[in-house]
């Protein structure tokens, strides 16, 4: 199979039933633990194994690149084939919290591939998909299923965490900082930052170096910025950009720290900065959608909305139910490249709008001449910020070219908003 490598994590080999030989304890392990059992092969000739095989190794490394996971290496998940035991209790012998299970199935050039999430301690399933394709295109759909997979994998793995309150403290510290990055990526009302806040630091002060948490916390400051909840918007980002610097002086080799880092930068108008570590973090896991919708952003305030575009529809493939911010980030590069109904339409997909994203709605309206609903949306953004004018986006927006800046602020005026 293509690109891949084999995740140094854990080494397992398994004679019969009993586990021979485990260098490495990694029950202790403060990460959410996870294994990959092979993908069973449903077809009565051999011809679909290798692709079971690759698909299990596939989402075994691809997995692998997400720090707060700890996989167990491709050497478990193999001595695992042709395994007729249960599943959960295979799990649960192996030290892993969740187990991924799957199997290919081909009917004539068609294929399907069903992948399930257990987890171990009730044996219940989490999450189940079915994800289609042709035969002609094999090895290409193999990568498309595999980003797809592993973003909801995380996310779905997340929010078990989350709903499971574990009672260990590195595992409590995970599921602490994945509240507070659900609340963070809501950005409605300031009670959800301040509240995120105190989650990133009632973390911190159980561990200071904990960096998912150093990371989150200088969203935090950042959003305050970005939805005017702050009465200091002068240090809100200076004071994110500190903790994304920490966060990435305590883990160079950590995508998130990177991207958090890139996106502080780009607030602080240092754009080539602000790319290199959002580089850095899609290098660091191809797989991590918030990095690769950072850099459609970044790129949209660079002045390229068309490589934004792009770029943020990769981010979308990987997480095809993303938080709002996506959205809003699409919108705004199809809005700075004239496509200002698309852009209405994307930000319609956002279920509770924020002031921030509402804003750029009304101004989409008002540039499609629909000045009724440009009203709406501006009434409902100066019914939350009475004291709203257009001047103030000059300095929220963080564009490199002044002008490129223009076209949203004629919207904004043609919506009725104060200047």
């Keep these: 199979m293509h690109n891949i490598e084999t995740p140094v994590m854990a080494y397992l080999v398994l004679a019969g039933d009993q586990p021979i030989e485990r260098n490495i304890a990694h029950a202790e392990d403060p990460r959410l633990s996870i294994a990959v059992l092979p993908f069973n092969n449903l077809d009565s000739d051999s011809s ?9 190794i596939d989402l075994i490394t691809a997995l692998s690149r997400f720090r707060q996971l700890f996989v167990l290496a491709q050497h478990t ?64 759909i193999q990568d498309t299923i595999t980003r797809r997979i592993v973003t909801t994998l ?51 002060a159980s561990d200071a170096a904990f960096v998912p948490a ?6 935090t400051h950042l959003t305050d910025f970005l939805m005017f909840w702050t009465d200091d918007p002068a240090t809100a980002v200076p004071r994110a950009a500190q903790h994304a610097q920490k966060a990435l002086e305590l883990d160079q080799s950590d995508s998130l720290a990177h991207a958090v880092f890139g996106i502080t930068s780009l607030w602080r ?88 994203q509402r804003r750029w709605l009304a101004g989409a309206y008002a540039r499609i001449g629909d000045l009724e609903n440009a009203k709406i949306q501006r009434d409902i953004v100066m019914t939350e910020v009475p004291d709203y004018r257009v001047s103030d986006s000059f300095n929220q927006q963080p564009y490199q070219n002044p002008e490129d800046i223009q076209p949203f602020i004629d919207g904004l005026l043609l919506a009725g908003f104060n200047r």
């Design 48 to 56: 679909s194994d290798s692709l079971c095989d690759g698909l299990t």
């Design 77 to 140: 998940a193999l001595a695992h084939t042709g395994a007729t035991q249960d599943k959960v209790s295979t799990g649960r012998r192996l030290g892993a919290r969740y187990l991924v299970d799957g199997s290919i199935r081909k009917r004539g050039r068609s294929f399907r591939v069903v992948v399930q999430l257990i987890e171990t301690r009730s044996g219940g399933y989490l999450w189940s998909e079915n994800y289609d394709g042709n035969t002609d295109g094999l090895f290409a």
């Design 154 to 204: 995380v996310s779905t793995i997340e929010q078990s965490a989350i709903r499971s309150a574990p009672t260990q403290q590195h595992h409590a510290d995970y599921a602490d900082v994945a509240r507070a990055n659900q609340l963070v990526y809501r950005m409605r009302e300031p009670a959800d930052t301040e509240k995120a806040r105190e989650l990133f630091e009632k973390v911190l």
């Design 214 to 219: 150093l990371s989150g916390l200088a969203l």
């Design 269 to 356: 108008r240092q754009y080539v900065e602000a790319i290199t570590h959002l580089d850095q973090a899609i290098e660091l896991n191809p797989n991590h959608a918030d990095a690769l919708a950072g850099k459609g952003l970044a790129l949209n305030f660079i002045g390229d909305p068309e490589a934004g575009i792009r770029q943020l529809s990769e981010a979308l493939e990987h997480n095809p139910f993303p938080p709002s911010w996506y959205l809003w980030s699409l919108a705004i590069a199809q809005y700075n490249t004239g496509r200002y109904a698309p852009a209405v339409q994307t930000l319609l997909k956002i279920s509770q709008p924020n002031r921030f």
